[in-house]
């Protein structure tokens, strides 16, 4: 393989270093003796000169070997003086004294005081035009995509690094097929989709499904974000998308992955200024890239995004992304796959619970449990613990869920009265209240950036569907603090508007959504537009029903919540002398567990 060197800077210094060396070293070998002005006269009237150079600032000479001296016969010490005295070609006449003139000789000073600086003013240019081309490319690469490719010994991830996701691997085998053998799908006809497109919410491996795809089946792998294609110079992105393409066909069978496909593919004419956006003419490339070339030559183009609603409708017909695969959250099951997978990578003790751990993390995507599992493992060397035990699991969940733990921040004993009634308002309304989740954990210390307590509630089981009545005890236990304030207190504290936040926003769905007002009737009166996998502040469409039915809205929202509130007072009214006791223990303990609970509620 042929070497290429360049220049550096570097060579420069070392260059110059090892001159001044040289010269050093020449200078000490070949030492000339300076002396005074004054010197050089007395040994010229003592006629100890034997031959000196006159030049115009300078004397320098040889003077006459003393007998049996070191120099040895005709070597006298060479010596040089600055030249002071202008007439002194008499006095060495007199003394018999052979004298010559000379012309200094400035070249190489000269040169040196120029070529030295030019060569140290352009190293250090091209080391600052190396590195900035370093971090962006030159004019003629503008065009080029931007794409990083991984081969397959570059690519160390496939099947066994996905859990969770068990259909969509499903979905993906027969694209790893089909780049292992096409023939097997040509021979008779059948064609493998042009696109595939992952759709899920962040988080859940749509990235590492993609690279695992392009691991099983042992191709090049394309990797970019679709904001790359796109650049203030017009035209650039369109460029970039061709020269994707052409450089794809080249390595075929590959597979082209773009991820966040909604920062190019976005919904033509919408939001855009002008008929000339950038964006846009990067879409219709992609489009017609996407139609022009040929499946069976082995190149499958995979995409991601979280807002399909807002592709564009042409990217998405058959022949282009004509196959969309659901990546969705996991299950309890695909929970407790995905913690064994990132488990792999920690010691841990034999007795942490998999299962258990994976019932309390309902929701949670891939992205979450493994910074789950982290944080696990980062609170198990704090403690000093060689091993990551159960403990920090279920710490790390609670620190997850709602936040850093402050044992630090003061809180008046009124305040921590206050909380500790308010949480267990919530906790004694769980229990009494069929069909509402189980209590894990009651706890008064401060956590995250405003939470002062937190009652824990955990599913048995990942539930889709939910009964009425299920829905009206979800908001009577949301309102079950505030109720208990009333109780004890005679008063309320501001303590619960999240609560009511997340019990006004249920029973808006109860009735615009999901049609279990009786007043409102079987009718879907929510106007909101927005993705299926995110819950995105703001996109609001305008309502489409008239005033009299939006104040019937109010009014039914507004009586919901008001009969769930008087049926959690009456529940905890009966029950006031247990709240107080359940208070009195969780102000002495300051965090109670599910379990202690209930054996103290079946007690009493």
């Given amino acids: 393989m042929e070497k290429h060197h360049q220049f550096s800077l570097w060579y420069v210094l070392l260059g110059v270093w090892a001159v001044l060396i040289i010269q050093n070293i020449l200078f000490h070998f070949f030492s000339i003796e300076t002396i005074p002005y004054s010197k050089f006269l007395d040994l010229v009237h003592e006629g100890k000169i034997a031959e000196v150079a006159i030049s115009q600032n300078q004397i320098q000479g040889r003077m006459i070997a003393e007998k049996g001296g070191p120099d040895g016969p ?17 006095l060495l006449a007199q003394n018999n004294i052979t004298f010559k003139g000379e012309i200094e000789s400035t070249f190489f000073r000269d040169l040196l005081s120029w070529v030295v600086p030019i060569f140290v003013f352009v190293g250090v240019w091209l080391f600052i035009m190396r590195r900035m081309m370093g971090q962006q490319p030159g004019f003629m690469s503008l065009g080029k995509n931007k794409a990083k490719i991984y081969m397959h010994e570059d690519l160390n991830v496939t099947f066994d690094d996905v859990a969770g996701v068990d259909e969509s691997k499903t979905e993906m085998m027969e694209v790893i097929e089909y780049l292992k053998n096409p023939f097997k799908f040509t021979k008779i006809g059948g064609m493998i989709p042009r696109g595939i497109l992952l759709v899920g919410p962040p988080g859940t491996g749509k990235t590492m499904l993609a690279k695992a795809a392009a691991g099983e089946s042992g ?14 110079f017009v035209g650039l992105g369109a460029a970039r998308v061709r020269d994707l393409f052409d450089q794809a066909k080249q390595k075929a069978p590959c597979i082209i992955f773009i991820d966040e496909l909604d920062a190019l593919g976005k919904a033509r004419g919408f939001g855009n ?38 592709l564009d409708p042409a990217l998405l017909r058959p022949g282009r992304f004509d196959r969309q695969i659901l990546v969705d959250r ?23 619970d998999v299962e258990k751990v994976a019932s309390m993390t309902p929701g949670m995507v891939g992205a979450d449990l493994a910074n789950l599992v982290n944080e696990a493992a980062l609170l198990a060397v704090r403690r000093n613990k060689e091993k990551v035990f159960m403990a920090e699991f279920e710490e790390a969940v609670e620190r997850v869920v709602a ?60 539930r889709f569907l ?75 469409g305008t309502a489409d029903y008239s005033e009299f039915t939006a104040e019937m809205i109010d009014a039914e929202i507004r009586d919901i ?44």
């Fill in 74 to 90: 005709g070597k006298g010490k060479q010596f040089r003086t600055v030249r002071v005295d202008p007439e002194i070609s008499q």
């Fill in 219 to 232: 191709v090049p792998f394309f990797s970019l974000s679709g904001s790359e294609f796109v650049e203030m």
């Fill in 273 to 310: 200024m002008g008929g000339h956006d950038e964006r846009e003419q990067t879409l219709n490339q992609l489009l017609v890239e996407m139609d022009g070339f040929d499946p069976q030559i082995g190149v499958i183009l995979m995409a991601a995004t979280n807002r399909p609603e807002i």
């Fill in 330 to 352: 996991p299950d309890k099951t695909g929970r407790e796959a995905i913690l064994k997978v990132h488990l792999k990578k920690v010691q841990y003790d034999s007795s942490v």
């Fill in 403 to 462: 936040g850093l733990e402050k044992k630090n921040r003061l809180i008046n004993p009124k305040e921590r009265e206050i909380v500790a009634y308010h949480e267990m308002g919530h906790a004694l309304a769980s229990f009494f209240l069929p069909g509402s989740d189980p209590v894990r954990k009651i706890t008064i210390i401060p956590r995250g950036i405003a939470a002062l307590g937190y009652t824990m509630q955990v599913p048995t089981e990942d």
């Fill in 466 to 540: 939910m009964k009425k009545t299920e829905l009206l005890n979800r908001i009577a236990t949301l309102l079950g603090g505030r109720a208990a304030e009333a109780i004890i207190f005679e008063d309320i504290s501001t303590g619960a508007h999240n609560d009511l936040a997340k019990a006004t926003d249920i029973a808006k769905s109860m009735v615009k959504e999901y049609g279990m007002s009786e007043k409102a009737g079987q009718v879907y009166l929510s106007p909101e537009k927005h993705s299926p996998f995110l819950n995105i502040p703001g996109m609001t």
């Fill in 561 to 604: 919540i008001s009969k769930q509130y008087e049926t959690v007072v009456d529940i905890l009214s009966g029950k006031k002398d247990l709240l107080k006791k359940c208070a009195d223990l969780l102000l002495e303990k300051e965090t109670i567990d599910g379990d202690e609970l209930r054996k103290i509620i079946e007690a009493f």
